[in-house]
């Protein structure tokens, strides 16, 4: 019966619609046929009985998709000659919540779990393949039972959202819920989330969430749920035991460390970016370590520290400081760019420009022929009060705007940046944040370079 | 007892499920060889599973928790052969459409319906051989029959699958797996269900729908590459399965010995039941109950159109059963001797040798079948090393008489050793030129002067082991028997 999508719905349609083609909407309507009905459509030479499935939105609306008794499904495309006939049975195709009832356990830590998406508990009903958007923690529990010997665990669905559909509202929500969450006891946070902006959504918290005094994880799966191999169990078992019990009162994210099921990393929130589209162990720190990792296999449960930079568990008051400005844009240099196209970004109120190796965009210090300058263009973004802030498309390292020339002039009119190694995606995050802040550039200018919450490494570890 | 069973009175029932891989480049949802060649690992992928969702609700999550909280599932990793979609890190691709289109032609090989649209489904199986936890399948075909002694026998339906991952060892709690078979494209043929045959009949039936599966171009043919299951219930008993037989030589014998121990027992239950080298079953798990599937969501569905299947009738090989016919009448091999001819990867190369009149067919049959089988066996001999060129050279050698059949395994067992070298040479370093007549003659003449004692068969057992290889076993015994009545 159940189990949870974590993350992505497959592309299949979520209950309701049956996308069908009117013609064939219009003889369902007629047989009062629906979907999970028995039915036998004859056709030709061909007659078939089984369960009116809906039809997958890639799948061709003008044909029925029919699930046979041997368990099967096959297309038959509709024509004036086909005939469709009810028959007696059939299930009406519905979700039925789990009626499991759990006494919390005193001993054990509570946990709050928060759904920062639609997909992100859901469950499959096998006969059409339908996809449930569902979450309470006895829905959990049912699936994964290894929780309740972790936690208490409470919560519940904030939204139902693609993690590509997230915005700087949802970050709002989610902080605001969080510090609700911790008001009322929680031990720690689990925040289940859509992988694909995770670590947008990390460092927006990390920088919202000021004095926090617990954990709080997020968490999502690069496989379905549906699936007995979906990473979800392993990531969901890490994310509780490192809200429940890890020492670390950051906000981090919990995904597969590597491509086997032994453990998980707990990233920094603000130093963590998808490097993947999906692999499991898609999510990786950018130039430090990950604060620990939660043993899955071996020791089961336990958390091995690797850093040591970090708050720890405390008493203190959470604040929350969600003042954020949207008007930002992240842009990619690359050979050719446009002074045109840096000028167009005069409509936002801030700039991140993810500039190449150790800080570069085109500068033309040799004054080339053939090669353009967008460096007027920047400068005059900056003259009229928009913030450009540089980091690395590389991904991996530190800006040093000091070495080449381009880098020197750069520096000179100030962009922002040199000597930070944050990703383009917190650089970006940062901005947004500060410029819900300020707008007065020199503050703007000395917000960025503060190192609020690990976002600026000190030091490059050799790995 | 075994022959007093009157099949037809304890109603037997039987149905049969025929996997082929299908020798497509590359594999059914990636861009992987299919040539399961790769002897070194590259790497292991440590994985587990946890329970799925079940028609049988929470009691069965409950049970499949408890298989597999502490189960470990190791998967080895091999260079070009398996790739992130195997391992479950990467969406399936398109599907494979040679494959498709191999599949739709042995649907159409046996008169099956084509659904208008092939719909993917994804089918649960938790014991880790599918790194996903379920296994891609679509159904090509249904509704189809072949011919078999005048009846009609029904092909229920024909599916195109992705064959699962090879056990390597098998633990406790651990498991591990080659993942170089995961995906490679299988057809699954499943009869309806047979009434009325003895286990022989069976038996004829699976090389029958093998014979036909083979007919089409892209199949693979070897060890392993074709296997059954069989269900079988008598009177008003439960359906059993068992599952994996890869030899087909042995299924009449299987359903004996399942329907003996069927009749043994008072009470029975559904089940699932592995075969044993000998015939005999022994229990893996309870049947589960109707396969439960559900849409694989990431691999659209595929529209047949009425022009191609068209297209793939207008170019369908001719069936190999008008072969097996063909060979039984012209050659007298026996119906078992044909059916695995025509099943061995051999079968072109066969028919290229006994072209020549002078060639005893059954023998160059029997080599290809039972000899080739023996030395791998038995011997550890690597028959993959043999090429045409030698099994060529070694028929005309046997045609011009330069040597006996009896030469046969040594000869080949030589070459497999240094392909690189002739059958002359192997003739001649193994000492097996044929012995002449009046050699051997001399021979038995003066041994059987020389122990008036030893009977005829102690005779014909000194002569044979002193130049075994060089002569025909029936010319040895011919030739005792002139000097030694008794």
Known sequence: ?463 | MADEINYKRIKMKSGLEIHQQLNTERKLFCNCSTAMAKRETIMEVQRKLHPVASELGEVDMAAQYEYLRDRIFNYQVFRGESCLVELDEEPPHDLNRRALHTALQIALLLNCEIPEEVHIMRKTVIDGSNTTGFQRTAIVGMNGYLRYKGKKIEIAQVCLEEDAAAIVEQGEHTATYRLNRLGVPLVEISTGVMQGFSPEDVQEIAYLIGIIVRSVEKVKHGIGSIRQDLNVSIRNGPRVEIKGIQELGILAKVVKKEVERQMSLPKMKHETRAVNVDGTTYFTRPLPGSARMYPETDVKSITITKEYIKGIRADLPEPLTKKLTRFKSKFKLSNDLAAQVINSKYLELFEKIVKNRRLDASVVANTFVSTLKDLRRRERVDIRQLESRHFIDLFNKLAKKVIVKEAIPDILKYLAKDPKSSVSAAVSELNLEVMKTSDLIRMVQALAKENPDLNKDKIIGVVMSRVRGRVNSEDVVRIVKRFRKK
């Open chain 1, 1 to 463: 019966m159940p189990c949870f999508l974590i993350l992505r719905l497959p592309l299949f349609l979520v209950f309701g619609g049956q996308l069908y083609s009117p013609e064939i909407e219009k003889l369902l309507k007629q047989k009062k046929v629906k979907i999970g009905s028995r039915v036998r459509i004859t056709k030709g030479r061909g007659s078939y009985g089984g369960i009116l499935m809906p039809q997958t939105d890639l799948g061709n609306p003008n044909s029925i998709v029919l699930k046979l008794d041997n368990g099967y499904n096959i297309g038959v495309a509709y024509d004036k000659k086909l005939k469709l006939r009810k028959l007696k049975g059939g299930k009406k195709v519905r979700f039925r919540p789990s009626r499991l009832t759990i006494r919390p356990d005193p001993t054990k830590p509570m946990v709050s779990m928060l759904g920062c998406g639609g997909t992100i508990a859901s469950r499959i009903e096998y006969t059409t393949g339908a996809v449930f958007p569902v979450f309470s923690p006895n829905d959990l529990l049912l699936s994964f039972p290894q929780l309740k010997d972790i936690a208490n665990l409470r919560g519940h669905k904030l939204f139902d959202l693609l993690s590509e559909d997230i915005t700087l509202e949802h970050w709002q929500v989610i902080a605001n819920e969080t510090a609700k969450a911790i008001d009322k006891g929680a031990d720690g946070v689990v925040l289940m989330h859509g992988t694909d902006t995770m670590h947008y959504t990390a460092a927006a918290l990390s920088f919202m969430l000021q004095g926090l005094p617990v954990p709080v994880v997020l968490v999502g799966s690069q496989r379905s749920s549906d699936r007995g191999s979906s990473d979800n169990a392993m990531n969901l078992t890490c994310a509780v035991t490192a809200a429940a019990k890890a020492d670390i009162a950051q906000v981090m994210v919990c995904m597969h460390a590597s491509i086997n099921d032994d453990y998980c990393h707990l990233h920094a929130g603000t130093k963590v970016r998808k490097m993947h589209t999906s692999r499991r162990d898609a999510f990786k720190s950018v130039n430090v370590l990950p604060y620990a990792k939660v043993s899955y296999i071996e020791k089961p449960g336990s958390i091995e520290y690797l850093r040591e930079d970090f708050n720890r568990r405390n008493g203190g008051r959470l604040v929350v400081d969600d003042k954020i400005n949207s008007n930002v844009a992240l842009v990619y240099t690359h050979p050719n760019i446009k002074p045109e196209f840096i000028d167009s970004l005069r409509a936002y109120d801030g700039v991140v420009i993810a500039g190449t190796g150790l800080g570069h965009m085109p500068t033309n210090p040799s004054s080339d022929n053939l090669a353009k300058s967008i460096l007027p263009s920047l400068k005059s973004l900056i003259a009229i009060g928009i913030p450009v802030v540089i980091a690395p498309q590389t991904i991996f390292g530190r800006l040093n705007m000091n070495v080449y020339t381009t880098g020197r002039m750069l520096n000179e009119i100030g962009v922002i940046g040199n000597g930070c190694d944050w990703t383009p995606e917190t650089a970006l995050v940062k901005l947004m944040w500060v410029l819900g802040h300020t707008k007065e550039p020199n503050r703007v200018r000395d917000m960025m370079l503060k190192n609020y919450v690990g976002e600026i490494s000190e030091r490059t570890d050799t790995r």
